[in-house]
């Protein structure tokens, strides 16, 4: 693929540990190219060398706050940001016609209504994980909640996180707790209890429990449990590294690149959303 032809990328957040993964995984992939790298305003990083803030020494690309020029001439962008500024960065990508991954959780109803709304004009990947094992993790609870039937099995979910996460549950809790609700034929709002504290009394009959941990810095550990009378199968996998994030969000970059206007997810991207 010559140069003329590679993907043009914007990373926001460029200055955090994803942004710089991300950096690190644009450089060493073929078929795309580090376009931009944004941080916001005031960040002591504006003005630096992307290359050398994430590690690989000068690339030429400079650290900037203005997303308007960032965006302009690229191909699409890559986001691990806060809900506020996936909207506004969702916004300025349907204006440009561009590719859009999204990798930022604790979205609310009305952030997602937004992003869907952009979806009309930019091609949107939004995951809760951006990584295959998760994904295939999800496919494979759909496939357990339905084969095992509510009836004598509980399903909790766990996770672990650093203890610089903001939102909880984790949006691949989330995920997961969908992909089980999904199996169940059941609305995961409905039926998710996400506290317990005090005396809370026996468990509810086909609810789905949450437990969240945060400590140290943990990437991100997730088990889906069902547990049974006498006996119980877990489901789990464990993040080492934010890389897998980096490189499964640039592969959706390159899927996306070809494909119409539209909100997809990463399960789109994998081949396996008609296993779901």
């Known amino acids: 693929m010559s140069d003329d032809n590679k993907m043009k990328l914007v990373v926001v957040g460029a200055a955090g540990k994803m942004g710089q993964a991300l950096i690190r995984i644009i450089d060493e992939t073929p078929g795309v190219e580090l376009h931009a790298a944004l941080a916001r305003e ?42 506020a500024s996936t909207v506004v960065f969702a916004g300025l990508a349907a204006q440009a016609r561009i590719v859009h991954v999204v990798g930022t959780t604790g979205c609310s109803v009305a952030d997602d209504e937004k992003i869907d709304a952009a979806s009309r004009h930019a091609r949107i990947v939004k995951s809760g994980n951006m990584s295959l094992g998760v994904n295939l993790l999800s496919v494979l609870t759909r496939q357990t909640a339905t084969a095992l039937g509510a009836i004598g099995w509980d399903i909790e979910i766990l996770e672990m996180h650093h203890k610089h996460k903001v939102d909880a549950p984790s949006g691949t809790a989330l995920l997961l707790g969908q992909a089980a609700a999904a199996g169940r034929g059941i609305d995961l709002a409905a039926k998710s209890v996400r506290v317990r504290d005090g005396h809370t009394g026996a468990r509810e009959e086909g609810t789905i429990g949450f437990a969240t941990l945060r400590g140290g810095s943990v990437v991100g550990d997730h088990s889906v449990i069902f547990a049974g009378e006498g006996e119980q199968v877990t489901l789990s996998h464990h993040a080492a ?30 081949g396996l959303a008609k296993d779901q």
């Open 42 to 83: 005031g960040s002591r990083f504006i003005g630096t060398d992307a290359g050398e803030l994430a590690g690989l020494g000068k690339t030429g690309v400079t650290v900037t706050s203005d997303a308007l020029t960032a965006f302009l001439h690229a191909d699409g962008v890559i986001d691990f940001t806060s809900p």
């Open 241 to 270: 590294d934010r890389s897998i994030f980096a490189r499964g969000a640039v592969a959706a970059a390159l899927w996306a690149r070809d494909e119409k206007p539209g909100l997809y997810s990463m399960l789109d991207v994998l």
